[in-house]
């Protein structure tokens, strides 16, 4: 019998299943870690990488970025804010648009959850050869260009 969805559509669903499972357990790893050192979890310090290396951020912007829905960010800002990591302030020229900083705590804290985000990353890559881990980020830029 024919396949129906096509000759390559098996490996291309086995290859979209090996990058979910191993985005997953990435995801796992990091939200353990972090949320164990710093009671931040991967979302909320997702929401801190891009205020961090991003200018001028609004909840939206933020949303649209990480592919969430709106109220998911303000749920983690809260937190976030409420943890006094974030702040939220009203921009002069038009007081509807609220800008996302971190604080001056956030930006160390920040720095402590990027240094534990690395130590779960090189863990993962540990059992890759130089040319391996090379060769699968060239590999991962090709597939997400």
């Known amino acids: 019998m024919t396949n129906p969805l096509g000759d390559g559509f098996l490996r291309e669903q086995q290859l979209a299943f090996a990058l979910y499972k191993a985005g997953e357990r990435i995801r796992s790893e990091l939200d353990t870690a972090l949320s164990n050192c710093f009671a931040v979890n991967f979302l909320q310090f997702s929401l ?29 800002l809260d937190k976030l804010e409420a943890l006094d990591l974030v702040d939220r302030k009203r921009t002069s020229t038009d007081r509807r648009i609220v800008l996302i900083s971190l604080t001056e705590s956030g930006a160390k804290v920040f720095d402590d959850l990027c240094q534990a985000a690395g130590t779960v990353l090189t863990s993962r890559l540990s059992n890759f050869t130089e040319g391996q881990a090379g060769q699968l980020d060239n590999l991962l830029a090709l597939f997400t260009a």
């Open 48 to 76: 801190m990488l891009v205020v961090a290396t991003c200018v001028e951020q609004t909840p939206a912007k933020i949303a649209r970025r990480l592919r969430v829905d709106p109220a998911v960010v303000t749920r983690a």
